[in-house]
T-cell receptor, first 107, second 113 residues
Framework: GIQVEQSPPDLILQEGANSTLRCNFSDSVNNLQWFHQNPWGQLINLFYIPSGTKQNGRLSATTVATERYSLLYISSSQTTDSGVYFCAGVTGNQFYFGTGTSLTVIP | KAGVTQTPRYLIKTRGQQVTLSCSPISGHRSVSWYQQTPGQGLQFLFEYFSETQRNKGNFPGRFSGRQFSNSRSEMNVSTLELGDSALYLC????????????FGPGTRLTVT
């Protein structure tokens, strides 16, 4: 299987700050998604982004498929953004998850 | 459109017992995948079912099994539970699986004592 590396593993931000989360894949993937896992464990879909750039409010994501990485940008962070962010990609019909970035936003 | 539902949400079992978890996908979705999440191993793929057939399987022992019904609802079963099976079990629903977007249910938190 492929390796999915996320950085940084942990991040603490002051409310209002911006951040960039990175996801690197060891091999090409056919589908790439970003998720936010809430405190109760549910994975919330943020972006389905095999390539290109998408924006949704304060969040945006960019995937450069040819270089096997994706970035998630969070602007003007809020305490409700706290949680774990995962990227995941599909290859060979199997979904591979990264190790996650744990984000804490303090007021 | 209703989201992915999983039952039960919480479960406590004893070593050696077996357990069955259920997942109802989004209406119209034909692919259901199961994942195990533990603090040590992260999110790991268990298996995927599509049109009542297991299409992919992760690297888990045969104690972990599943099935899918004609209405796309899926169940997973773990026999002879071990302490290490304590985890959050997540199921994901997708229109056709593969490169299609996946949507996750709230999970079932299993504790084995």
């Amino acid at each position: 299987g492929i390796q999915v590396e996320q950085s940084p593993p942990d991040l603490i931000l002051q409310e209002g700050a911006n951040s960039t989360l990175r996801c690197n894949f060891s091999d090409s993937v056919n589908n790439l998604q970003w998720f936010h896992q809430n405190p109760w464990g549910q994975l919330i879909n943020l972006f389905y982004i095999p390539s290109g750039t998408k924006q949704n409010g304060r969040l945006s994501a960019t995937t450069v498929a040819t270089e096997r990485y994706s970035l998630l940008y969070i602007s003007s962070s809020q305490t409700t953004d706290s949680g774990v962010y995962f990227c995941a990609g599909v290859t060979g019909n199997q979904f591979y998850f990264g190790t996650g970035t744990s984000l804490t936003v303090i007021p | 459109k209703a989201g992915v539902t999983q039952t039960p949400r919480y479960l406590i079992k004893t070593r050696g017992q077996q357990v069955t978890l259920s997942c109802s996908p989004i209406s119209g979705h034909r692919s259901v995948s199961w994942y195990q999440q533990t603090p040590g191993q992260g999110l790991q793929f268990l298996f995927e079912y599509f049109s009542e057939t297991q299409r992919n399987k992760g690297n888990f022992p045969g104690r972990f099994s599943g099935r899918q019904f004609s209405n796309s609802r899926s169940e997973m079963n773990v026999s002879t539970l071990e302490l290490g099976d304590s985890a959050l079990y997540l199921c994901a629903s997708s229109l056709l699986g593969g490169t299609y977007e996946q949507y996750f249910g709230p999970g079932t938190r299993l504790t084995v004592t």
